[in-house]
């Protein structure tokens, strides 16, 4: 692999919960090896409320976000993408846009907090438990030694983090 910063795209359907908190742990977790991004092949009309609230109740700046296309992404004068990672299995399993550069991609899917619907605490726990799965695996992802793994082995790294399996 070439050297840091690698770019990180986090894919979703919607762009509005996951990818956004993925993208936001990320950035925070590995601010200086890692650029994330978030898109979502359909994208909604902006992240969802509960995604700005749990992530503003943790210090973070939402100003910014926004839901995005993965056409963004996958278009002339994209950043080159190094890493693409599904957390939601609707995004795994749809025809993705053909990325510039050769990005490592894995599948790292995750309860989609967005569906929950009813008491306001059932929906805060539901962002609370996405966020902690996605903070575990981002986590993870960051204590690889990147710079010196060989692709397959990293490939075997990521997939094992989207299981959840323990790499430490």
Known sequence: MQAPPYSVLFL???NSARSMLAECLLARLGAERFRSFSAGSHPKDGPHPGTIALLESRG????????KSWDE?????????HFIFTVCDNAAGESCPVWPGRPIS???????PAAVTGPKADVHRAFERAYAELEARVRAFTRLPIETMEPA????ALAAIGRGEDLS
Do not use: N
């Open 73 to 81: 992404f996958a278009r002339v004068g994209a950043p080159e993408l």
């Open 12 to 14: 979703c359907t919607g």
């Open 106 to 112: 894995a599948h790292w899917g995750v309860a989609d």
């Open 60 to 67: 973070y700046d939402t100003q910014g976000l926004r839901s």
């Open 153 to 156: 082995p990293l490939r075997d």
